[in-house]
């Protein structure tokens, strides 16, 4: 008879085993991927299901099988604008709040690429060193919707969710 340690290692194994056999069936039936999610609205509730779809096709797909961005232009910049920086800008929102900010982290560790547009940084006055969640000079395209169509161009399949 087993002991209680000894079950619950038992349960963890066949568990681990079991997630395991799961991904490999997912990687076999989606490949490799290159996607591009496209974010230009400021609602934040819409923008927690784009973040839960992003995290959903990860898992379904394995990090290690996907090449994923993000591209946010206009209204879309809300999701990483710091709340308190919001009133120096011309958006109506700061949605970065410490929840979605965690959201965002545990994608970029997983490698998702979040692009920023540079026409709307200009245009609605952000400056993003101070006023964006964790952009850096690197993350900056001069322009949202060229670099949609240069993605796309490139292979990458287009998703707005």
């Not at 039936?29 to 609602?43: A, E, S």
């Amino acid at each position: 008879m087993l002991d209680v340690k000894s079950k619950l290692l038992w349960v963890f194994f066949t568990s681990l085993l079991l997630i395991m056999s799961h991904q490999s069936i997912a990687s076999e039936r989606y490949g490799k991927q290159k996607v591009v999610y496209h974010i230009n609205y400021d609602n934040p509730k819409s923008q927690a299901g784009a973040l839960r779809n992003i995290q959903n096709h990860i898992n379904a797909v394995g990090a290690e099988n996907l090449d994923l961005k993000v591209v946010l232009h206009g209204k879309g910049l809300s999701l990483l604008l710091e709340p308190d920086a919001q009133k120096n800008t011309k958006l109506k929102y700061g949605n970065a709040t410490d929840t979605m900010q965690a959201k965002i982290s545990g994608l970029k560790d997983q490698g998702v690429d979040f692009n920023v547009c540079a026409n709307t940084l200009k245009g609605k006055k952000i400056n993003y060193e101070d006023d964006l969640y964790d952009v850096e000079k690197s993350n900056i395209v001069p322009s949202g919707v060229a670099e949609l169509a240069h993605l796309q161009a490139s292979g990458y399949t287009y998703i707005r969710p």
